[in-house]
């Protein structure tokens, strides 16, 4: 029985007290040990910004890659050896602002990774500069007059690009939220769980008691995952009422089936046949 | 006496002028003769002027030739621009509707009225292929054979359309032959014809890499075609990325995940590259990155060549850490160094770049067949049962030559951590000073054995007074421009390039002192001659620069050092 303590490593945290962070650490935790996953078989991806620490909190394989490439780093790795369990940490700044093309192509790509995205809506590393899921005249230090861009829509974007699972967590509700993880890494395809997390240093707007008031979860109501348009409806809907939960789920053939090389086995486990290359030469 | 003539073909781009340079190529192949084919097009897929410069001999050739012995123009431009180059006694062919028949040297035959007699104006590169053989004196029969072979597959129709072609364009040339006539018999030969690009790709598929991720961009695109054909018969993935960053980045992810990976760009995919290069550098990632070089910076000329992304390569990236630099002087050796670049990539666990370049990707050659395939690889992965204890396993445990245990993720008990910050030997991150200089010294600690596994440049007729020093794809000009240059009385010697970093600084010294040494370089700013003079102390005596973009020949070569050595 593989236990979410197995999970704990010694090296030392290094997030602001009180950050969401340690709450969606906890709920993967909890999450990969409940699919009996031991930490030598996970893969954990990230890019850079607070999120893309969360592999080093975590006992299991690591890359901690650069900023926004997290994404393509993955998919090489599914790739190579599409045995590997693996599941990236991101965040808005990294996912939605650096590494937006790779996000657009790894939804296209299909590719069987879970990608985890704390959004707070603000650059906590960096020290509070606009993310892209700031909302427009969201005045930081930086953007003293208030942001000039629209904030960014992961889910309306993600379900516009052909997105297979898409979910949104909230670090507050811990329970929910590793179910949403667990569904996620289940799920045959690139899934993608949007979650939202407040950011105790610089985000003083969207705080722990300003997404308890709005978040509901849609597994309350009579949501079908499987209907696009409301699923749509959903991704649309912010402000006085939040939803969390699974907005949409549709089967489809992940990336590593669509290739014909990888039919029968992972890359990596071919042994090298140079009596073979050498007939292809010929 | 050898038999060596260049035929030019010159038009539009969308003419075909790949198409009969590609005919002729392979009836000069099945008789035995030896072909040097260069593109010089321009980036755009209809009009302009675009040619191919085929020398054709029978002895080996491993340069391009650039004297016009028969000119075949499909347009009037390609005649007006070229008449005045043309070598004395040289034949054209001219493609007009209007003139017909031979004079002046010029043979005017109406190419796509014979193509739609013959049955459809897409064979007017058939008709065209069919006068010049005929001219050069090769019997039809052996184009007809291949014309047999390389439409077969499309069917009875296609073929026998196109040898009715043939031989519309065969009997337009009557009984006209060029004065130089080689030997038509069919050989057996053990020769193929062969482009860089391709080469490089078959020292992939030998050194077992089977990721290759790219962006399309030209001259590097090539390489990745040459691939297409083998992704049904061995065990490969190539992926197309939404962008060069994407590229690098997935052939990191797939090689530290355990498979051998390549990705090619030219400069301008390079340019986003290099924060990847960083990333495979610090986390010990091996990399395979070619970069098939064309003139810039920015979009500079996409469709032509240059060795001037040298000083880039060396220096891509923020901070400093190893890597291997290779510069291919020929097809041979594109595939000789692209094996030797994923072994010692993997073996020192740093990346290692090849520098190709438009000229040397995409030029056609005959040469040998001897592209040999190791029955077995080297690896140098380890595995738990390599281990006294897979759960204390560190990535970055450091050692005595600064290689450390290289274990993969999620196949064993080891767990494996990698990041592109700073970090300890377990892979964590770490800011303390120590560690920051244990580790610099552990990754460059590595750059005295890698300067062991390099070959000295190649020094021909070392004991001249006069070196040619060059790099890469000049080899072959260089080397046929000294022996020209011996035979015209001058003491000149050649030294050529092609395990470019890391460099032996003492043995390179004595290769260079006491000489004359003149740099031969497709750049403005002389770059090998800069790394030279910053490595050994010795500064160049003269250089010669084209930086137009289009190839070196020896004729430039053999001017330009006659001028330096008055």
Request: charged residues 20%.
């Amino acid at each position: 029985m593989v236990q979410a303590n197995d999970y704990n490593n010694d090296f030392e945290n290094k997030w602001c007290p009180g950050c969401g962070n340690f709450l969606i650490l906890n709920a993967m935790k909890e999450a990969f040990a409940s699919q009996g996953i031991a930490p030598e078989k996970m893969m954990l991806i990230s890019g850079i910004g607070q999120a893309g620490k969360t592999p080093h909190f975590i006992q299991g394989n690591i890359f901690h890659t650069l900023h926004g490439r997290a994404l393509p780093v993955a998919t090489g790795a599914k790739t190579a050896n599409h045995d590997l369990n693996i599941v990236v940490n991101s965040g808005d700044g990294d996912c939605y602002g650096e590494g937006g093309n790779h996000f657009l192509a790894a939804i296209r790509r299909n590719v069987d990774i879970t990608l985890l995205v704390h959004n707070n809506q603000v650059y906590g590393l960096t020290k509070g500069q606009a993310s892209p899921t700031s909302p427009l005249g969201t005045v930081t230090r930086l953007q003293s007059q208030g942001t000039t861009s629209q904030s960014f829509n992961p889910m309306a974007v993600s379900l516009a690009a052909g997105i297979g699972f898409l979910a949104r967590g909230f670090s507050g509700k811990t329970e929910q939220l590793t179910g949403l993880i667990q569904r996620a890494m289940s799920y045959p395809g690139f899934a993608l769980v949007d979650i939202l997390q407040p950011c105790v240093s610089f985000n003083k707007i969207n705080t722990q008691k300003w997404y308890m008031d709005r978040v509901y979860d849609i597994d309350e109501t009579t949501h079908d995952t499987g209907d696009f348009a409301k699923a749509m409806a959903l991704a649309m809907e912010w402000g006085d009422k939040i939803p969390t939960g699974i907005l949409y789920e549709q089967e489809t053939v992940p990336f590593h089936q669509r290739i014909k090389a990888l039919g029968d086995q992972t890359l990596i486990s071919h042994a090298f046949d140079g009596k073979k290359v050498a007939r292809a030469f010929a | 006496m050898t038999i060596d003539i260049t035929v030019k073909i010159g038009g539009e781009a969308g003419q075909g002028i790949q198409t009969i340079g590609t005919l002729l190529s392979q009836v000069c192949h099945t008789a035995g003769l030896f072909i040097f084919s260069v593109d010089d097009f321009e980036s755009r897929i209809r009009g302009g002027h675009s040619f191919n410069l085929l020398r054709i001999s029978d002895g080996p050739v491993k340069g391009p030739g650039n004297r016009v012995d028969i000119l075949v123009a499909l347009d009037q431009r390609t005649l007006s621009l070229n008449r005045d180059t043309l070598e004395k006694g040289a034949m054209v062919i001219l493609n007009s509707d209007t003139e017909t028949g031979f004079k002046d040297n010029i043979l005017a035959i109406p190419l796509k009225g014979l193509a739609k007699e013959a049955g459809g104006a897409i064979t007017a590169n058939t008709v065209a292929a069919g006068a010049i053989l005929s001219i050069l004196g090769a019997p039809f029969k052996v184009l007809e054979a291949l014309l047999n072979k390389r439409f077969a597959a499309k069917g009875e129709k296609i073929v026998s359309l196109n040898t009715s072609a043939a031989r519309k364009g065969y009997d337009a040339a009557g009984d006209l032959r060029f004065p130089k006539q080689f030997s038509w018999t069919p050989q057996e030969t053990h020769t193929i014809i062969i482009n860089g690009s391709r080469a490089a790709a078959m020292g992939a598929l030998a050194s077992d890499c089977r990721f290759f991720s790219f962006y399309p961009m030209s001259p590097a695109t090539g390489i990745m075609t040459s691939v297409v054909p083998f992704l049904g018969k061995l065990p490969i993935v190539m992926e197309q990325a939404e962008d060069e960053i994407a590229a690098v980045n997935m052939a990191i992810g797939a090689s530290f995940a355990g498979v051998r990976s390549l990705t090619a760009t030219s400069g301008g995919g390079f340019c986003l590259m290099t924060e990847g290069l960083g990333l495979a550098a610090i986390t010990e990632t091996p990399l395979v990155i070619i970069n098939a070089q064309r003139p810039g910076p920015a979009t500079g000329l996409p469709t032509r060549t240059a060795q001037a992304d040298l000083l880039f390569v060396l220096n891509a990236s923020q901070d400093s850490f190893p890597r291997f630099v290779f510069a291919p002087g020929n097809p041979m050796e594109a595939f000789e160094l692209t094996k030797k670049a994923f072994t010692l990539s993997e073996k020192y666990q740093v990346p290692a770049i090849i520098l190709m370049d438009q000229f040397l990707n995409n030029s056609q050659v005959t040469q040998d067949n001897c592209f040999v395939v190791d029955e077995e690889l080297p690896t140098f992965i380890c595995h738990d049962t390599d281990m006294a204890d897979p759960g204390q396993y560190k990535r970055y445990q450091f050692t005595d030559n600064g290689i450390s245990p290289r274990a993969l993720p999620g196949v064993g008990k080891a767990i494996v951590r990698a990041t592109g910050n700073e970090h300890n030997e377990a892979g964590q991150i770490s800011e303390e000073a120590q560690n920051k200089m244990a580790m610099n010294e552990k990754r460059n600690g590595k750059c005295k054995a890698m300067i062991q596994e390099m070959s000295l440049p190649q020094v021909i007729h070392g004991d001249s007074s006069t070196l040619l020093v060059g790099w890469g794809s000049s080899r072959e000009i260089i080397i046929e421009a000294c022996t020209a240059l011996r035979e015209k009385g001058r003491d000149v010697g050649a030294v050529l390039i092609k395990d470019v970093w890391p460099l032996d600084r003492e043995q390179w010294r004595c290769i260079l002192e006491n000489k004359t040494f003149i740099m031969v370089e497709q750049n403005s700013n002389c770059q090998m001659g800069q790394i030279i003079s910053q490595e050994t102390g010795l500064f160049y005596d003269g250089a010669i620069l084209k930086d137009d973009g289009r190839p070196l020949y020896p004729e430039y070569i053999i001017e330009k050092t006659a001028q330096i050595m008055e």
